[in-house]
């Protein structure tokens, strides 16, 4: 780390890993248990989505009110308290009797598990310079993959072995890792601290950003491929059911996603401060489209078996890992002084979008027709292209 590339000391980067990886570690782990928390607690389909919408709808919200109030206390207490809000979360869902119940806890949890997501993000924006600070968050983004790589996996084998609520006891023990190392190892990253804003002028903030082009166009890409990967989190379990594999196994083929994602990120180290962030941002979506492609097109020629899932999961995680960090980066900086409240709006966007796709899907009956829920992701996915087309910059010449 030089004074050229960081702006002021940061936290390890794998103490962010761990804040930014709150929202795939309350899904990764659980998404193969849902067939069976579905039976355990006697829940509806709509229920037992709900279980993982709820999640999403939280980390979207309390992203930005994260993200706002973070620009006028700092960074470090959201991060604390949010990881504390996350761990209590936790510890209700594993005592959970009832799906309602369940639910509830799932909706603190999501809270908690916002903070510290957006704090993650914005510590690094506060601490590099722009292409620097895109190749850090990239970093964090490979490291913090790994989490729903081995969730996935180690989720289905809790499933088969354990039970659901084994799940939900490892994420509880994630939780308080990520609280005792925020409490010991940040120091607080805004060294200037804005004054308390009322709700209107926070919503008016908000209402710029939606309607600045720079901003929506680089927010878009990233947010809508994220939520096309939570969605499939929410109904691909089925189709892995009726195919006859079990939770380890669904875990194992759907994990492949997340390795792809370590991959792109790898490769937006390199390709990231070489072309740009938005061009490295629109080829990943370029490759998520052929991706979600070949899954789609094999689901309607009926041959969408394991491995052919797989395969083109794990070409769709590696071009998500190209637009995620770029285009959040991309748009936080378009927010200019609004960084943090850029960065609340972003999750919300990335979050309430899953939960909103995969309750949408689901209603339609995706859980029992695979056809349709790919045919759904798909058309996401080129309105998700369009977007980082959008947010191309022009060369400057060489003249």
């Not at 248990?33 to 006697?42: H, K, S, V, W, Y």
């Not at 964090?140 to 790994?146: E, G, N, P, S, Y």
């Not at 490769?267 to 938005?278: E, K, Q, S, V, Y």
């Amino acid at each position: 780390m030089t004074a050229t590339t960081a702006i002021r000391a940061v936290p390890p980067l794998w103490v962010l890993a761990l804040a930014v990886s709150g929202a795939n570690v309350g899904i990764s782990l659980l998404s193969p248990a849902i067939t069976a928390l579905r039976a355990d607690l006697m829940a509806t389909g709509d229920q037992a989505q709900l279980v993982l919408g709820v999640f999403l709808v939280m980390l979207g919200l309390g992203q930005l009110g994260a993200g706002s109030i973070s620009d006028r206390i700092g960074r470090r207490p959201v991060l604390v308290y949010g990881a504390l809000l996350f761990t209590i979360g936790g510890l209700g869902s594993l005592f959970a009797t009832t799906v309602e119940m369940l639910i509830a806890m799932r909706l603190i949890q999501g809270l908690g598990a916002a903070a510290c997501t957006a704090m993650g993000r914005v510590i690094i924006s506060d601490s590099y310079e722009r292409a620097e600070a895109g190749k850090q968050l990239s970093t964090i983004t490979m490291f913090q993959a790994i989490v729903p790589l081995l969730g996935f996996a180690f989720g289905g084998i809790l499933v088969d072995f354990v039970g659901w609520r084994g799940s939900v006891a490892l994420m509880v023990i994630t939780a308080a890792v990520v609280l005792v190392s925020a409490h010991l190892l940040v120091r607080e990253s805004r060294t200037e601290k804005g004054t308390a804003l009322p709700v209107r002028q926070i919503m008016g903030v908000y209402a710029r950003l939606l309607v600045t082009q720079k901003f929506i166009a680089n927010a878009s890409g990233a947010s809508l491929m994220t939520a096309v990967f939570f969605a499939m989190g929410g109904f691909m379990p089925y189709h892995f059911q009726r195919l006859g594999a079990s939770a380890f196994e669904f875990g194992l083929f759907f994990s492949a996603c997340t390795a792809g994602y370590i991959f792109g990120n790898s490769l937006n180290r390199r390709l990231g401060p070489r072309f740009g962030i938005d061009r490295a941002a629109f080829a990943g979506s370029v490759i998520s489209f052929v991706a979600i492609s070949w899954v789609a097109g094999a689901a309607l020629l009926d041959l969408a078996v394991q491995p052919v899932i797989s395969a083109g999961l794990f070409v769709y995680g590696t071009g998500n890992g190209l637009i995620v960090a770029n285009g959040l980066i991309g748009a936080i900086r378009a927010a200019g002084v609004h960084s943090g409240a850029a960065t609340g709006l972003c999750g919300a966007l990335q979050m309430a979008g899953s939960a909103a796709l995969g309750s949408f899907i689901v209603g339609l009956g995706g859980d029992m027709d695979f056809k349709l829920a790919m045919t759904v992701c798909w058309v996401v996915v080129v309105i998700g292209l369009f977007g980082t087309s959008r947010a191309l910059e022009p060369r400057p010449s060489n003249a």
